[in-house]
């Protein structure tokens, strides 16, 4: 073999080498798409289920007439403010890994932007805010600038909640049913002014196992 033949060959196998490996990444890649609505392909807890839950429990909140006669009361001894809430934790008492940051996050955006209530941050993101307020007063940030301490909102309600669920099998078909409960109390006597559950149930029929 001449030397332009074993440098021709050289070459078609770097070649081949090159294709292969962009060929095997291209058929290897995923394929994405992206979707308006999530369907619901587990039977689990899913996005879809947050939203319905949410939506039905904040407008339930919002009509109560007792949440109604305490932002009314509240206005009236404090200069016409809106009460503050503090979202607590919400607990998960499921069967299975539900991000109950997401249940709380929604509904506390929906009720902030109803200008009923407002709401203080509680948390590890208060923590952060009072680690911020302090750095800036310890020399770090100008006195015209520097947030000012010992003016932060004291919360008059609480809001907080969980998710239960029961599962119902017999043969392929079961039956998952998600209890979600959720409850505005004043922190200050402790009175709940509303408690709302919604419920979630689904029916999943799975194939026959054929050996």
Request: glycine share 6%.
């Amino acid at each position: 073999m001449n030397h332009f033949s074993i440098k021709n060959s050289c070459h078609i196998r770097i070649a081949a080498a090159v294709f292969a490996t962009v060929f095997v990444s291209c058929t290897s890649a995923p394929k994405v798409t992206r979707v308006e609505q999530q369907a619901d392909l587990s039977g689990y807890w899913d996005d879809n289920d947050v939203q319905q839950v949410c939506d039905k429990l904040i407008e339930s909140c919002l009509e109560s007439n007792n949440v109604d006669r305490f932002v009314n009361l509240y206005a009236q001894s404090h200069k016409g403010e809106s009460p503050a809430a503090i979202v607590l934790p919400f607990r998960n008492a499921s069967s299975e890994h539900i991000d109950m940051q997401i249940v709380s996050n929604n509904m506390r955006a929906s009720i902030i932007g109803s200008g009923k209530l407002d709401f203080v941050e509680g948390g590890n993101a208060r923590e952060a805010i009072r680690a911020e307020r302090a750095d800036q007063s310890n020399n770090n940030a100008s006195e015209e600038t520097a947030a000012a301490m010992g003016n932060e909102i004291g919360a008059a309600l609480a809001f907080n909640g969980e998710v239960r669920s029961i599962i119902d099998s017999a043969g392929n078909v079961s039956t998952r049913t998600y209890y979600v409960k959720a409850t505005l109390t004043n922190i200050e006597t402790t009175r709940i002014l509303w408690e709302g559950t919604e419920t979630v149930r689904k029916n999943i029929k799975r194939s026959a196992f054929k050996p």
